[in-house]
């Protein structure tokens, strides 16, 4: 029996409005149309050694505009969190192109508040009537020790005029806030510096969908807030954004094999996780992850079994240990019970390579998390404050995660020494109590 994937929608209210900020003459924004499946914004492009410019009310990358309440600042600081000047900032590691927009509000008359937003016109010739928005919340500085958690907000309009969309932070009339893509500070009450908005502890992987009804030639806007908040305020910035899109289904009511609800991927912790929701299945055998580094030629990297034939939805999850580095596609191959199959559509992800071993809990009694850069010929060696080897294994996978057991092992503290296939060393130490 031949299959095929059917996408499962239902049709929700739009909103509009006419507050108008967007110029007349702004044209930039990106399309969505039948020959894309996919939206992707890393933010490389915002400046890496020196700052910028970016005025209120003009798109600096295509389709991303920006308010200020303090329109005649123009500037666009180049900042590694070590700053806590207030502005708009492109953030990430000194010379390095890996950046993220963010900004520090501030009351003064020479900053303000800003607001971001991306805004995106309906050309699929369909309805589109869910948005899939993921993207990751990274905290590059932590402001003063009684600051608490601080939230840059998300927010979305549609409206069939591309000038009606009202940007200013100042103003939530005719936009809907969705609370799953609010950014909070992972960090707050803590000492003032900056912080690495790459590392684990410092972001958020955010993701949701967003039912809408926009028709052919309509627009919508997504929009980031960031307010002044009454202490001082962290560095939060955004990054890694990906949007796929669900479009009205022209065909009959009839329930195909598989109708496949939504397939997403997102980058969580140096892995690449997948989730995919199926609305019914019949005579679903199993799955084939499938994986490619430039969305033509794919491997199956992992199998899942189907539910054979069920009528109530049915969620299912995958995590790629080992992902590419980078930007990648993943899709899935569906396979019947008698032998036929069909493919998803390809999703991408963008994962950051791991550059350094991380190791976790640095004190406890029984097993040691390892995560190590994609690559295999380690050897762990465990090493007391005399310098006696107390352990010793050789990591012959891929794998990232490993665990190490040490309960066997005399309290104290250790340093565990890890030597890679090119002879290159780390050393973390831990606590066993």
């Known amino acids: 029996m031949a299959k095929r994937f059917t996408r499962f929608a239902k049709v929700f209210c739009s909103c509009a409005f006419a507050a108008s900020i967007i110029s007349h003459q702004a044209t930039a924004q990106v399309s969505l149309n039948p020959f894309t499946t996919s939206y992707i914004q890393d933010f490389n492009t915002l400046p890496a050694t020196a700052s910028g410019t970016w005025a209120s009310g003009t798109a600096y990358m295509p389709g991303w505009y920006l308010n200020r309440t303090v329109p005649a600042t123009t500037t666009l600081n180049f900042g590694t969190g070590t700053s806590n000047a207030g502005g708009l900032y492109s953030y990430g590691p000194a010379n390095n192109t890996d950046r993220a927009l963010g900004a520090i509000s501030s009351a003064t008359a020479t900053v303000g508040e800003f607001a971001w937003g991306l805004l995106i ?235 350094k071993a991380i190791l976790y809990p640095t004190i406890t009694t029984d097993d040691l998390h390892l995560e190590l850069p994609t690559g295999a010929g380690y050897v762990l060696s465990i090493v007391d404050l005399a310098g006696r080897e107390v352990y010793k294994q050789e990591i012959t996978t891929i794998a990232m995660r490993h665990h190490v057991k040490v309960n066997t092992l005399q309290a104290g503290i250790y340093s565990l020494l890890i030597v890679d296939g090119v002879a290159q060393r780390q050393v973390l130490r831990f606590i066993k109590r």
């Open 121 to 355: 016109q309906n050309n699929t010739g369909k309805t589109i009537t869910a948005l899939h928005v993921n993207y990751t919340g990274e905290q590059w500085r932590s402001s003063s020790t009684t600051a608490p958690q601080q939230t840059t907000t998300f927010w979305y309009a549609t409206n069939p005029d591309q000038a009606a969309f009202n940007l200013s932070p100042k103003s939530d009339a005719g936009w809907i806030n969705v609370r799953d893509l609010d950014f909070t500070s992972p960090v707050f009450k803590a000492a003032p510096g900056a912080l690495d908005g790459n590392a684990p502890a410092n972001k958020r992987y955010l993701a949701a969908t967003i039912p809408v009804t926009i028709p052919n030639g309509h627009y919508v806007m997504l929009r980031w807030k960031d307010l002044n908040d009454l202490y001082d305020d962290h560095g939060l910035a955004i990054d890694d954004f990906s949007m796929t899109w669900t479009t009205e289904t022209t065909s009959g009511p009839t329930i195909l094999p598989v109708e496949l609800v939504r397939f997403t991927a997102a980058a969580q912790d140096h892995t690449a996780h997948l989730t995919w929701v199926t609305a019914s299945e019949k005579d679903n055998d199993y799955y084939i992850i499938e994986r490619s580094p430039d969305g033509k030629v794919f491997e199956g990297v992992a199998t899942m079994k189907g539910k054979g034939t069920s009528t109530i939805q049915t969620t299912y999850t995958f995590t790629d240990s080992a992902p590419l580095p980078g930007l990648s596609y993943y899709r899935l191959k569906q396979v019947d019970t008698d032998g036929s199959h069909e493919y998803s559509k390809a999703v991408p992800v963008k994962v950051q390579a791991l550059q």
